[in-house]
């Protein structure tokens, strides 16, 4: 018999860096979710990734206590100011520029983020991520 699903919850957690110290202990422990078995997972799956990158989780949990978990590449904001080698976005994107990147750094942005984007092609994808550039003040050139 399939387990009884009791809900999803999403997260956006440190890579290789969960640990049950606010916010992530709460958030699951109000939901019956064991919390160390949670981090003890989380890192192992994500410690391939850069430490610290901020990692999208979503996380479904069943009746039993039981839950699986699906964990998303980091933002393309997160790489766009890493490219950029930037600490924040403009204060008014479209009229002021903080930074840029080059084309060959949003395809490379493009390509990882590639698998939970919607797009059907690298071109398509790489539209997504200039829009998001465009949209945190960061300039493309070349």
């Known amino acids: 018999m399939a387990k009884k699903l ?21 958030a699951l422990g109000q939901r019956g ?42 933002p393309a904001s997160y790489f766009l100011k890493k490219a950029a080698k930037l600490k924040s976005g403009a204060n008014l994107p479209g009229r002021e520029v903080v930074g840029s990147v080059t084309a060959a750094q949003v395809k490379e942005i493009a390509e990882a983020k590639m698998k939970d984007l919607n797009a059907n092609d690298i071109d398509a994808a790489m539209q997504i991520i200039l829009g998001s550039a465009r949209s945190m003040g960061i300039e493309v050139k070349g």
Not at 41 to 66: M, R, V, W
């Open 6 to 26: 009791a809900g999803t919850m999403k997260l956006q957690v440190p890579a290789g860096q969960a640990n049950p110290s606010p916010p992530v202990g709460p």
């Open 33 to 74: 979710i064991n919390i160390m078995e949670f981090c003890k997972a989380f890192n192992a799956k994500t410690q391939e990734l850069e430490p610290g990158a901020p990692c999208p989780t979503i996380i479904t949990y069943y009746q039993d206590k039981s839950f699986t978990m699906d964990i998303k590449t980091p």
